[in-house]
């Protein structure tokens, strides 16, 4: 009789994902049900100088092999297992020479500091002079570039920096940096390059065959722009600085992981990773196919749910995406399969909302008591203020519910401007209702309130979308702020909308692990891998009392009228001036 030995350890498929934020390196490895296997992050640095804000290249990579190392050690993950990887990071710029040594992009001249990163406005006035021209290609990034967009930020390190201008050899996104340092193939996203470059999607699209590679020849960059607003010399090289070659997210790039990349990362050389995504568009494939049990009775023939969909990526910043089948442009930037491939991306944002929560917390007399009450419970200064609005709203018979104990207190929430659907990067927060009181309570008040002006920027946004052709009735929430339960119930009642909160909390991450489960040939194509990696948790509903509603409605109209008293005010103050 002959017996055949079973392998004890049977070879699992495990899909890395890696995503850069703002102040740290995550990674997180995803098994083929896409539930989470492990993860881990690393700090990293970051220069603050008034509208300067700068990072390192070389300390973000560092950072990232130190994630990845202790995310497999963690989850018991082999190098072997590990079937394909994926990148995503903040839209920030990075500056590298010939031999891909970082560039200085600060005025201190520190050779470390070659990232300009994406909340970086030292470059609004380049970005109103490059609007001042009304290119064709700005009608695909709401009529206007951002400064937290990459034609402004280059052409202010061209005007200010010329020495570092004449040796950069490559300008990259960080998540297309990534990519390229992995495997020494600079073939940048469609995602990065539409959504923060001016290439244009569409045309990219037109020109695509079955006969033609994915990875091809870029073709949707607009040289009279780049010319006309003095980037000229961008063009040159067929665009090699700022990209040759553009390709879907998740295309597979050079021959993956290379000898020294792979050593660094503790994984085995020639593991694939695919093209990347900006971080919270990575949030956006790992959670926009998450179904609810409503929405799996919806028949084949019923509208494409994915189209009645939109995503919150809610961390530093917020970012709004949904897609479309048609072209319903309008907003901050976007464009024809930026995220998922064959659909229309439309992208909003909130520059400041998990920033804005804790600028508003922190400086606060009553901050450091706060901070002691919330180490002393082993609780978050959230989870705290949150048990004090309860506990104000049963004290208070005047307040029927939570939400209505800031009657007096409203704000508008642009302390970093307004990126969407205004796009005024000169919009100012407001705080209307202040008092002489410097409470625990009061600031849960101007906690609370924040996160409602918040909402009411994201139902401004819906509004806005929806009146351009999307047809939105779902909200899908990831990130950090989406951990907290009157954030995320604060939205629902405010936009009307259910939010669907994915089953897995680390959205961003399963969407960069999705990149490289496509690049790994695992799935036909991105939307196919999000079918089946992506999953829904806990469904959030508006409240059911007409009360709030009506409550809410007569706040978001106050929220609206303190934006236009901004504008009033500005025109008063220029006119005295002039």
């Given at each position: 009789m002959t017996t055949v030995e079973l392998n004890p350890f049977p070879s699992r498929s495990v899909f890395l994902g890696v995503d850069v934020g703002t102040g740290s390196a995550r990674a997180g490895l995803f098994d083929e049900s896409g539930k989470l296997l492990g993860s881990s992050s690393s700090p990293i640095q970051i220069w603050k100088d008034g509208d300067c804000v700068e990072q390192s290249s070389t300390d973000i990579w560092h950072a990232v092999c130190a994630a990845v190392k202790s995310a497999?050690?963690?989850?018991?993950?082999?190098?072997?297992?590990?079937?394909?990887?994926?990148?995503?990071?903040?839209?920030?710029?990075?500056?590298?020479?010939?031999?891909?040594?970082?560039?200085?992009?600060?005025?201190?001249?520190?050779?470390?500091?070659?990232?300009?990163?994406?909340?970086?406005?030292?470059?609004?006035?380049?970005?109103?002079?490059?609007?001042?021209?009304?290119?064709?290609?700005?009608?695909?990034?709401?009529?206007?570039?951002?400064?937290?967009?990459?034609?402004?930020?280059?052409?202010?390190?061209?005007?200010?920096?010329?020495?570092?201008?004449?040796m950069v050899y490559k300008w990259m996104d960080l998540s297309d940096w990534l990519s390229y340092r992995a495997t020494g193939d600079d073939t940048r996203s469609l995602c990065t390059t539409v959504c923060k470059w001016t290439y244009l999607g569409h045309a990219h699209m037109q020109q695509m065959t079955e006969k033609v590679s994915r990875d091809m020849e870029a073709c949707g960059w607009d040289d009279e722009f780049w010319e006309e607003i003095g980037l000229g010399d961008l063009v040159d090289g067929h665009h090699s600085k700022i990209g040759r070659s553009v390709a879907f997210p998740g295309h597979p790039l050079g021959n993956g992981l290379t000898a020294t990349a792979?050593?660094?990362?503790?994984?085995?050389?020639?593991?694939?990773?695919?093209?990347?995504?900006?971080?919270?568009?990575?949030?956006?494939?790992?959670?926009?196919?998450?179904?609810?049990?409503?929405?799996?009775?919806?028949?084949?023939?019923?509208?494409?749910?994915?189209?009645?969909?939109?995503?919150?990526?809610?961390?530093?910043?917020?970012?709004?995406?949904?897609?479309?089948?048609?072209?319903?442009?309008?907003?901050?930037c976007g464009g024809l399969s930026a995220m998922v491939p064959e659909y229309w991306l439309t992208e909003?944002?909130?520059?400041a909302t998990g920033a804005l929560l804790d600028h508003i917390i922190e400086n606060h007399v009553a901050s450091p008591r706060l901070a002691n009450q919330a180490a002393s419970q082993k609780v978050s200064v959230f989870k705290l203020l949150n048990n004090i609005l309860k506990s104000m709203a049963q004290e208070d018979t005047s307040s029927p519910f939570v939400a209505a104990?800031?009657?007096?207190?409203?704000?508008?929430?642009?302390?970093?401007?307004?990126?969407?659907?205004?796009?005024?990067p000169n919009s100012k927060g407001v705080v209307f209702g202040m008092t002489l009181d410097t409470s625990e309570k009061q600031l849960a008040l101007l906690y609370l309130a924040t996160v409602q002006g918040i909402a009411y920027g994201t139902r401004h946004i819906v509004e806005h979308c929806n009146a351009h052709g999307h047809k939105i009735d779902t909200l899908l929430a990831c990130g950090g702020l989406s951990k907290n339960p009157l954030f995320i119930q604060e939205h629902a009642d405010i936009v009307g909308c259910p939010i669907i909160l994915p089953r897995e909390s680390e959205s961003v991450l399963l969407g960069a692990a999705i990149l490289g489960a496509v690049a790994a040939k695992s799935y036909p194509s991105l939307h196919d891998a999000m079918k089946a990696l992506n999953a829904a948790g806990q469904v959030v509903h508006p409240s059911s009392d007409p009360k709030v509603k009506k409550y809410h409605d007569a706040k978001y109209r106050i929220f609206r009228d303190l934006y236009e008293q901004q504008l009033c005010h500005r025109s008063i103050i220029a006119q005295a001036l002039a």
């Open positions: 497999c050690s963690l989850a018991n993950v082999s190098d072997v297992e590990v079937k394909g990887i994926g990148f995503a990071a903040t839209c920030s710029l990075v500056a590298v020479d010939a031999e891909g040594s970082p560039v200085t992009v600060s005025w201190s001249g520190d050779s470390r500091r070659n990232i300009i990163v994406w909340m970086d406005h030292r470059a609004v006035k380049q970005a109103e002079r490059i609007n001042s021209f009304n290119s064709p290609v700005l009608q695909y990034c709401g009529g206007g570039v951002s400064p937290e967009m990459e034609p402004p930020k280059l052409l202010w390190v061209k005007e200010n920096l010329q020495e570092s201008w004449s792979a050593k660094e990362l503790g994984l085995l050389a020639g593991t694939p990773v695919g093209t990347s995504l900006i971080d919270a568009h990575a949030g956006g494939v790992g959670v926009m196919e998450s179904k609810s049990d409503s929405d799996s009775l919806k028949k084949e023939s019923d509208v494409d749910t994915l189209c009645t969909r939109m995503v919150l990526v809610c961390g530093t910043s917020t970012c709004h995406m949904a897609v479309s089948r048609e072209n319903c442009l309008f907003l901050a909003g944002g909130q520059s104990l800031t009657s007096d207190m409203h704000i508008l929430p642009d302390f970093h401007g307004n990126r969407s659907p205004v796009a005024d």
